[in-house]
Structure formats: structure tokens, C-alpha cells
């Protein structure tokens, strides 16, 4: 009995359903993660520079030719230590001829102090006798010559001990020029040696021996590195959640991911009217072994941090979070709270051990959920 035409009609579709529900039967493989206990950290990136607080542009004061250059680029100094010297022959000629000079007005000092108190005892004396010789001149027992004698003789120990005290004082005089000379060329050859004004890092050098310079010529610049930080650019958007003494983990383009550790300093009070971005200062705790003023580095500020949440994925659960239940995809109401760079808390909606799929797994789905552990 030959079959109806009709028969293909009806086995195509027949056929083509149950295949679907075969389809639809089988489980899909679907990315999936458990929710897990970890501590969320959010974060605000800015990019910036390394800089340093405390920089000092150093220069000969003196003029002269550069006899030598003790230290080069990249070396630590400590205050004090002596960078480069200048050729002082003259001035420490000049050094000892007045220091010489001083030396002897200090010997004329003490011969005046010593010629005046011999003055002032011969004065003493001489009062002393006339004293005598007007008492005894009143009574009529000497003769008025020999009265007039001690007068005389008390005129003069007093004159000849005020040119003494005179002499002393142009003797005090000439011994503090004496002196103030020494202290000029002391200062010249001083001015000859160069030396750091703080402790820290010679970022430049600007001369080489031999040349000639002049006062104000500049030679090295020194920087502290106590006092270096990251200058970085944070969208205005973060304004709201940025505080002084925020940690920062600051990643320097040279170090590859390694992060160093940081702390907010200050944060400006102007925003670029072109970028939208203000400047936060980030002081640098921690550097890396190798660094150069001006090198870009991204910090990472923390503005907030939540310490063993239950969290999921970043981006996985925005709008709802799909999770299995009896084996298919199902849609789940979830409250979000912290959100750092890889994961993000779960305030409400999943408990940990729970699993979540990757964004787009088909609702209502058999699936079999490849679990990504750590992610």
C-alpha cells in the first residue's frame, strides 16, 4: 500500500521538535564561579609622575675654574658631603696672610692691655704721693717745689695712662679688622668647596673640571628622597570619595604589575577645565630599586575596602545574576555592594558555595557549570 504524500509533511516537523527537545534536554557547558569570602577593595586610578617635595638647584658662589667634581649623576650624598671644588690657591694665599695678620694684632692686644695696667699702677702711685705731698705742703713741712714736683708727676701717670687705654682700643680695633679679614677669605676658600645642602639624590650635573664658572652658575641638582611622591591625575567623579591618608598602591610602568606602597598627601583643590581631572599628591613609602624623577606611574587609591564579604566576579551579576537551581539557569534578585577590580560584594540575594554563571547563559537552559576556582 504505497504511503499518503502528505507523510513527509507530518515526520519533518515531528522530527525536527524532538530533536529540539533533545537539544534543549542536553546541558551546555557554561562558565560559572562559586561565590566566595574575600576582602573587596575599590579603588580610584590616577596617572601621574614621580616627583620629589624637596629639590635644590646647587651652585658655586665663588668664581674659578672647576678643579674637581666628586660625585655624578645617580649617587645618594648626605648633607655636608663636598659635590666639587673650585681653584683657591689665591684666596688661601691670602688665607694665611691674614690670619697672620690677625695673630699679631692679637699680640699687640695683650702688649696694650699690659702697657695700660702698668700706666694705670704708676697712676696709682703717683695720686698717692701727691695725696701725701698736699697734705704735708698745708702744714708747711715741704717745699713747694717738691709739692709742684708731685703734682707734675700725677699729670703725667695720668695722661700716659689715658694714652695707654687709647692705645688699647685702636689695638682692639685693628685686631677685630684683623679678624673680620680672616673671615672674608676663610668664606673665599669655603665658597671654593661645593657641598650638598641636603641628604639625597644628584638627579643632574651640569659642569665638568676644568671649566670656568661664576657665582650662581648652576652645577648639580639634588633631590630628597624622603620626600618623593607620585603627582597623578584622578577624574573629578572621585572627588566625593578621596581623603588625606588614603593607602595607594602605586604601579611604575619599569616594575611591570609589582605595586609599591603609597599614601594620600594632599588633593587639589582645581579641576583642569579641558581633562575634568584634579591632582592628588601621593607620597611614595615604598621605591623601586631603580627610579627617575619624571617617570609615569599609575596609583591605585583606595577609597574603600571590605574585609571577608561574600563576593562574585566583577560584571557577572549587574541586573540580576543567573545561578543554577535543579540543574537549569535561573534569574536571581541580588543587592551589590563594594565593587574592586576583579570582584565585587554580594550584600544580599547569594550565600557563599553559591554558583553564578558567566553573563549570557540561556534562562531555563539545562547547563553543566565549568567552575573557574579563584576567579
Known sequence: MPLPRSLPFVLIPLV????????????????????????????????????SAREVRVSFEASGRVTALLV????????????????????????????????????????????????RASAARAASDRVRADTLFAAGDVHASDHEAAVERDAGARAQARAAEAALLQAERSREVASRTRGI??????????????????????????????????????????AMRVSAWVDETALGRLEV?????????????RSFAGRVERIGREVDRLTHELRVDV????????????????????????????SVPRGWCEGGCAVVEDGR?????????????????????LTPDDVVL??????????????????
Request: no cysteine; glycine share 10%.
Open 72 to 119: 655624578d649623576e645617580g649617587a645618594f650624598v648626605n648633607e655636608g658631603d663636598v659635590l666639587g671644588t673650585l681653584d683657591v690657591s689665591d684666596a688661601s694665599r691670602d688665607l694665611a696672610v691674614s690670619a697672620a695678620a690677625e695673630q699679631a694684632a692679637a699680640a699687640a692686644v695683650e702688649k696694650a692691655r699690659a702697657d695700660l695696667e702698668r700706666a
Open 329 to 349: 539557569v535561573a534569574s536571581r534578585r541580588v543587592t551589590l555592594g563594594v565593587a574592586g577590580r576583579e570582584r565585587v560584594e554580594v550584600v544580599e540575594g
Open 16 to 51: 525536527l521538535g524532538t530533536a529540539f527537545a533533545g537539544v534543549r534536554a542536553w546541558p551546555v557547558e557554561t562558565r560559572a564561579a562559586r561565590v566566595e569570602r574575600a576582602d573587596v577593595v575599590s579603588e580610584v586610578l590616577g596617572v601621574g609622575v614621580l616627583e
Open 185 to 226: 677669605r676663610t668664606a673665599q676658600v669655603a665658597d671654593g668647596e661645593l657641598r650638598s645642602p641636603l641628604a639625597g639624590l644628584v638627579v643632574s650635573r651640569k659642569v665638568e673640571a676644568g671649566q670656568l664658572v661664576t657665582p650662581g652658575t648652576p652645577a648639580f641638582t639634588v633631590v630628597s628622597t624622603d
Open 245 to 257: 591618608g588614603q593607602p595607594a598602591r602605586l604601579v611604575f610602568r619599569s616594575e611591570g604589575e
Open 358 to 375: 558567566a553573563p549570557g547563559a540561556p534562562a531555563g537552559r539545562r547547563v553543566r557549570p565549568l567552575v573557574e576556582d579563584g576567579k
Open 283 to 310: 607620597a611614595v613609602l615604598e621605591l623601586p630599586r631603580n627610579f627617575a624623577l619624571g617617570q609615569r606611574a599609575d596609583a591605585w587609591i583606595e577609597t574603600s575596602r571590605r574585609e571577608g564579604v561574600a
